[in-house]
């Protein structure tokens, strides 16, 4: 006898009594519902009607119509009844009836829906003369449980018999190559679609179009689309993920308002696009007008996911928990793929605690890689590494590996807070101890925690010893260590390297422009500032956010076009004048020109990050805490400043620059001066 049937036997009848008539037992409905109590949840009055009917021929003493059977697993395949169908299983053996092609196709199905792989390729492995249908559900079968390669090699086998595929097999076929990225066998399949006429099948189309898109040959999916007489919902969305995966976002939108029925794949499909393309406002528009609509379209835990991030980038915490509690009252956040987004989004707009709240509730069994480094990498970023390492330590214990992601990490936390020792331990246990191996990121944040050490040297002879070629992040995190140390000579060189590795990066000729201005190289800086207009860079402009009463209030350096300008002007003034009382000396260092030092000074006040903090101390109340966005790294002159803000006006507040999250409490900062 087979394993598996001997399981099904073993099943049914765990005491091992006899399973001959009279079988009522065996089935009877109330022990269904004993074994399994959702079953009458489940299955509504009709369907417990249905089922019994189904059942009936089961309980006579003739033997039954093998039909009969077939039947009944396809009426459980998807129920969620496994036990029923084991049973179900045994009894047609004890009767001595062995399945068909038919039948072995209705149970491969009924396996595969309850997640029991290896029942379904033990049916399909005995049968000598599989049909098309027996084909079909094991094809399904496979692709459903991402055996992608076997999905190919049982259609191969499928063709060798002379058996062709239908609008029922091509589907999962496409869904295989898409995920392989396997184009040629995605043409072959097209022409053989071709030839048997289901082209235009909704299914079979929609899946060509999903499969070119996720190879990345937009224009032949395009093509294929506009040749279909009728497109189903499924080729629309396709092909706007495809032009939002691409960029093409004006072609997106324009597919999209061509719609004639838009479902919720097709709305999560432009809100997660705008996302991967840094629209979030775009994406936030779109969800309230998702919402708006009066129709059923209701967002589910996937939609849910794809806007939390938008709130993210925009540091719009208000407007995070507003998305949070829409999700509580729909039921959706207790999804465990939802309250990891909530904790990246909470993180990101600040607020460590809520983030730590989110991934507190989550189901301990359901934790898994992506939980824990969210949860490391919120705590990186606010500059508590000491927390970073507990919760390392937790999904060690818990028995989740870590990954590159981790690491990049937790050495970006140790660079932060200098911790040389505590980095380079991490960074040697990658290969030694976890089997991961370090990549471009990891020996930039090891180049980032020498050199923001001081140690330069030691810093440029790792880069000398590493396996890959330096790029733009480790030659510039040795630039941007260079000019806090004032050593021109690593400056020089690592600027050079920059300047051939992304010509276009304007802060590279700045910074080292501060430096030749800082000791008075004045020709230098002239050439710096003709290169980058000979070669049409442009400087990237600071600009800062401030989220107040659920609205978002940007400000550009010396920004006069805010409503309240003049108020925040003669604000900062006052503001000026109480941190100077308090000892804050401006540090004119970060506004070198050929100026005088009272212009230096006052360039300074109108940095973006102090308008918006003004703006913020203007219009909330004592004890708000301020949460203030910056595009680029934070200043020294701005961070001494908000240091001194926090003490005289007994606020705290929130930078997250370029790099990293400040919080500044009562004179202090969260990275001790070091970032």
Known sequence: MQPFLQKSITAANPENKSLLPPITPIIHLSSLYQQNPTAAIWNPHSRKTNLKALLKPLLQEDLPHPSSYATIFQFLTG???SKLGQQVHAHMTLRGLEPNAFISAKM????????????????FNQIENPSSLLFNSIIRAYTRFGYHEKTFRTYFQMHSLGLKGDNFTFPFVLKSCAVLLCIRLGKIIHG??????????????????????????????????????????????????????????????????????????SWTAMISGYNQNGFADHALNSFDEMLRENSEVKPNWVTIMSILPACGHSAALERGRKI??????????????????????????????????????????????????????????????????LIFQDMIQTGVQPDSITF??????FSHSGQVDMGLKYFNS?????????????????????????????????????PMEAGPSIWGALLAASRNHRNLEIAELAAQKLFVLEPENSGNYVLLSNMYAEVGMWDEVNNLRAALKCQGVKKSLGCSWIEIHGKSHLFHGGDKSHPQTDEINMFLEAVEEKIKAAGYVPDTRFVLHDVSEEEKESNLVTHSEK?????????????????????????????????????????????????????FRDGFCSCGDYW
């Not at 491969?108 to 049916?123: E, K």
């Not at 999903?210 to 969305?237: E, P």
């Not at 990049?408 to 936390?413: D, R």
């Not at 803000?645 to 370029?658: A, N, Q, T």
Request: proline share 1%; glycine share 6%.
């Open 108 to 123: 491969v199905a009924m396996y595969a829906s309850t997640g029991d792989i290896n029942s379904s390729v033990n049916l």
């Open 192 to 265: 053989q679609s071709l030839r048997i006429g289901v082209e235009s099948d909704f299914y079979v189309g929609a899946s060509l179009i999903d499969m070119y898109v996720k190879c990345g040959i937009l224009s032949d999916a395009q093509h294929l689309f506009d040749t279909l007489s009728v497109r189903d919902v499924a080729a629309w969305n396709a092909l706007i993920a495809g032009y939002m995966k691409e960029g093409d976002i004006s072609a997106a939108e324009d597919l999209f308002g061509r719609m004639p029925n838009k479902n919720i794949v």
């Open 408 to 413: 990049t990490a937790l050495l970006s936390g």
């Open 79 to 81: 129920s969620n009844l």
């Open 611 to 663: 308008l918006a903090i003004a703006f913020g101390l203007l219009n909330t109340s004592y004890g708000t805490i301020l949460r203030v966005t910056k595009n680029l790294r934070i200043c020294g002159d701005c961070h001494s400043a908000t240091k001194f803000i926090s003490k005289v006006f007994g606020r705290e507040i929130i930078v997250r620059d370029l790099n990293r999250f400040h919080h």
């Open 430 to 466: 990658m290969t030694q101890i976890y089997s991961v191996e370090p990549k471009v990121e990891h020996y930039a944040c090891v180049i980032d925690l020498l050199s923001r050490n001081g140690k330069l040297m030691e810093a440029l002879g790792f880069i000398n010893r590493m």
């Open 324 to 389: 949070h509690n829409y999700a509580r009252s729909i039921g959706l956040d207790s999804n465990s793929s939802v309250q990891t987004a909530l904790v990246s989004m909470y993180a990101k707009c600040g607020s460590l605690i809520d983030s730590r709240l989110c991934f507190d509730r989550i189901n301990p069994r359901e934790k898994n890689l992506v939980t824990f480094n969210t949860m490391i990498t919120a705590y990186a970023s606010h500059g508590y590494v000491s927390d970073a390492i």
